[in-house]
């Protein structure tokens, strides 16, 4: 079983921006599609960005579309979420996730993902 260990987060205001990493366990991260997806308090998890298994298949949610942009490395079993444009609805803990299946495209569906980091805070001020 892989294991995802999350960096970056933290405190910004409203406009700034932040980074998250995600880095995974095992060789074969490469094959598979990964994502983000965040919680905010009293709400469920919600899909954030996610890209294909290839690196050349992204989606976004609609929210964040304009404003974030996922990457994966696969030299160094890394995937990043780029946060620009910050906004206090941001608010959440984000957490990576990585797909089911191997060689899979990008999907929003949290069901598709069967390995999860432990979560990192990210908190915008307005």
């Known amino acids: 079983q892989v294991q995802l260990a999350q960096s970056g987060g933290g405190l910004v205001q409203a406009g700034g921006s932040l980074r998250l990493s995600c880095a995974a366990s095992?060789?074969?991260?490469?094959?598979?599609?990964t994502a983000w997806f965040r919680q905010a308090p009293g709400k469920g998890r919600e899909f954030v960005s996610a890209i294909g298994w290839s690196g050349d298949n992204f989606l976004y949610a609609d929210s964040v579309k304009g404003r974030f942009a996922i990457a994966k490395d696969n030299a160094k079993n890394t995937v990043s979420l780029q946060m620009d444009r910050l906004k206090p609805e941001d608010t959440a803990v984000y957490y990576c996730?990585?797909?089911?299946?191997?060689?899979?495209?990008?999907?929003?569906?949290?069901?598709?993902?069967?390995?999860w980091g432990q979560g990192t805070q990210v908190t915008v001020s307005s």
């Open positions: 095992g060789r074969t991260f490469s094959l598979y599609s």
């Open positions: 996730a990585r797909a089911k299946t191997p060689y899979g495209s990008a999907r929003y569906e949290e069901y598709a993902y069967s390995d």
